[in-house]
């Protein structure tokens, strides 16, 4: 992306350069580079007279003016006539001929080697097609409709007589090149406008992707400050595995109570409630409560990763308890001996008459300390 983007302001800054370029030189073909339109040339004056050869009038453009500087003492003669009429007015007198031009500025000419002979004033004559005189100074202009027609320029003294020639200039209305000012300029505009364009979209487009930019990152930091949202339940992990009890956690049956054989005679029926020996139970210890512990075949297991639920669980079979062995009393390190209070006297069994004597009651009266006498060993093995 920020290749292309450098390729297309590159293209575009060789747009503009070239649309200026392209304007700057079609309005220059039309001013500092346009060729002048008059094509003026000039010959220096002489002490002879000066022809042009045939042809030379019309060289430039068919339109040709013809001036002719003097002395403000002579007379300027300018005439036009055909060529074979020139050149016997001429006969056998020196002259200069223009042939054509050796610049843009300067005509190019030949000198006849004759000997020197005066001629009379030619101005007035019949046998001339146009002429000009005047003092000084002489001015003519002709459209070239035949090579044969040529010129004669001369200068006259106050005696009549040709003295020489005057300053000779020749100038035509020459037609330019076509000047590329209009196509130049719509072009020009055209690739500039082109080049502009194209630089404006590539920085609107530079602009949209920053501003894309910040505005993701603004998104990006406004999510990381917001407030996480804490999950308050267990893992995922954990929330599908089902809970299983270890065998020997699972709901034991009621203790049945101690039922009297006929041989056993009722506690409270029969016997009669005698205080046990005060020695012997204040010497005794409370025994720790019957507890049961799970036998090696009811070790619990690790709970199986989790399966999703399938057919109904099969039926367990019939809970048997198994009773482990009591454990070993642990040995506890002798405590420093306090003063212990004397120890009140036993209260007659807590027993209403008929009430079976359960284990678990039988473990509450030894605990009390009021077993009856026939129960003194129960718990002791």
Do not use: C
């Not at 004669?152 to 020459?174: E, H, K, Y």
């Not at 030894?366 to 002791?380: R, T």
């Amino acid at each position: 992306m920020q290749k292309q983007k450098v390729v297309f302001k590159a293209l575009a800054l060789v747009l503009i350069a070239a649309g200026v370029v392209i304007a700057v030189v079609g309005i220059g073909t039309a001013t500092w580079w346009r060729p002048d339109p008059v094509l003026s040339a000039n010959l220096a004056d002489s002490d002879q007279v000066v022809t042009t050869a045939p042809g030379v009038l019309g060289m430039g453009a068919d339109a040709v003016l013809i001036s002719a500087q003097g002395e403000p003492t002579e007379q300027v003669v300018l005439v036009l006539g055909r060529q074979s009429d020139v050149a016997g007015w001429l006969a056998s007198a020196p002259h200069r001929s223009v042939t054509g031009l050796v610049d843009r500025e300067t005509l190019a000419a030949t000198t006849s080697d004759s000997a020197a002979v005066a001629l009379p004033n030619p101005a007035g004559l019949d046998m001339w097609l146009v002429e000009s005189v005047n003092e000084a100074n002489a001015e003519l202009s002709w459209t070239a409709t035949d090579d044969e027609v040529v010129l004669l320029a001369a200068t006259v003294g106050a005696d009549g007589q040709v003295t020489g020639s005057p300053q000779l200039t020749l100038s035509w209305n020459v037609p330019v090149p076509r000047n590329w000012l209009v196509p130049g300029i719509v072009v020009g505009l055209v690739l500039l406008a082109i080049g502009v364009f194209l630089l404006l979209r590539t920085r609107q487009s530079g602009t949209e992707d920053e501003t894309a930019i910040d505005e993701t990152a603004a998104s990006v930091n406004e999510e990381n400050l917001a407030e996480p949202q804490w999950h308050s339940g267990p893992p995922a992990w954990q929330e599908a595995q089902p809970t299983e009890e270890p065998a020997w956690q699972v709901a034991q049956p009621a203790e049945e109570p101690v039922r009297h054989s006929a041989a056993q005679p009722s506690t409270t029926a029969s016997l009669p409630l005698a205080e046990p020996a005060s020695d012997e139970i204040a010497a005794e210890e409370p025994t720790a409560p019957v507890t049961f512990e799970p036998s090696e075949a009811a070790t619990p297991q690790i709970a199986p990763p989790y399966q999703p639920p399938a057919a109904a669980p099969k039926p367990e079979a019939p809970y048997e308890p198994v009773f482990a062995p009591e454990p070993a009393p642990v040995s506890q390190p002798e405590a420093e001996a306090t003063p212990q209070p004397p120890a009140a006297q036993p209260a007659a069994p807590d027993i209403k008459p008929g009430e079976p004597l359960t284990r678990k009651r039988l473990r509450e009266l030894k605990l009390q300390g009021q077993l009856p006498e026939e129960y003194a060993d129960w718990g002791d093995k």
